[in-house]
């Protein structure tokens, strides 16, 4: 669940990203009525408290059709940001059981593929290959920063406050955009969509020379915090599966996707992930 200080330092109804998990921490109170569309779950998952909430809060996303969807900055994204969401939940709810978080990820799928509103009203398309994407947490991080960065820009001349710690939190993503920038290579727009979309001209590099704090009295630039910091999903990095571990059940997991295209559970939408 969301935490009261994201990684960026401010209040999480500061930044886009952070308005939107914080939104969907209240959202998801109430889901009595969403747990007979999961009915339909893997016996050994029902059994599993955890994952039916889960698998209801998945339902109840995409029939609500929430409001903060058509928020500026979040309009384009919230699929995305959702999708990763969901599934670093469904990674931590299955850390210490004998449960591959992407073969549930793929019943989640499947449960929807049987709602008729599915198959006839759809409009956020959530990617069947989330499972197999390598250092997912970072990805996601990459993306967050990349739906935050025009936010950033506006809002750091209101304090100096602001400008020290966006200046510490945008230097903290510089090699998080050159290793992406690295794997999406030479294909970029091809092997990540979602991050090229939106990250074109969110260069960190490029934002800090911009944060200029000293003309709003701050002299110097900060030093770099060493702190951990829990990110704004409250998971650190490593509850993201490994590479490894991705490549050993990959192969499972995309077996289900196939057979679950042959039923038509994947739906229309504007934007992916992959």
Known sequence: MPTPLSESGFSYNELPSEKFYDWLDSYFISLSQYYSDCSSLNDNYKKNHGIKKLCAKFVKYIKSKPSITNIKHLKDHHCNLFNYWIYE????????????????FGNFLLVLSGLEYYQKENTCELDNKVATIPDITDRRKLYEYCVDCKTILDNYKHSKEKCQKYYTYVKKKIELYKKFHKLCSPDYESKCPDLYKICDNCDPSVLLDKLNCVSIGVEGKPQQEDATHTDSLGTRSNSSPSIESVSKFGHAFLGVVVASMSSGFLYK???SII
């Open 89 to 104: 939940q469904l990674v931590n709810e299955c850390k210490d059981k004998s449960i591959k978080p992407a073969l549930v």
């Open 269 to 271: 939408g504007k934007n």
